[in-house]
Nanobody, 114 residues
Framework: QVQLVESGGGSVQAGGSLRLSCVAS????????MGWYRQAPGKQRELVAA???????NYADSVKGRFTISRENAKNTVYLQMNSLKPEDTAVYYC????????WGQGTQVTVSS
């Protein structure tokens, strides 16, 4: 059974940094697309960054130049390095894995204060 477990969320002041991690279990996912989404209160879930099995990367315009997605296939892990955080980055961040269908983690809260 596929499971995703996120970690690394927390509270920081504007301009700070956080690094999110997501470990996938239940298989080997080196060829699968993985990504990070976020959902702020009262808003729809949106893509933050995604990385394919081949290493192609896509970022939301709002995080380009500040966030970096990477993956470590040997550990079935995807990371999201978040720098220069802004209050508008405050949201629950979810890990996403595509294996015939989408799988989601439980989410990790990121709170950025001004």
């Amino acid at each position: 059974q596929v499971q995703l477990v996120e970690s690394g969320g927390g509270s920081v002041q504007a301009g700070g940094s956080l690094r999110l991690s997501c470990v996938a279990s239940g298989g080997i996912f080196s060829i699968n697309d993985m990504g990070w989404y976020r959902q702020a209160p009262g808003k729809q879930r949106e893509l933050v960054a995604a990385i394919t099995g081949g290493g192609r990367i896509n970022y939301a315009d709002s995080v380009k130049g500040r966030f970096t997605i990477s993956r470590e296939n040997a550990k079935n892990t995807v990371y999201l390095q978040m720098n220069s955080l802004k209050p508008e980055d405050t949201a629950v961040y979810y890990c996403n894995l595509v294996v015939r269908r989408e799988y989601w983690g439980q989410g990790t809260q990121v709170t950025v204060s001004s």
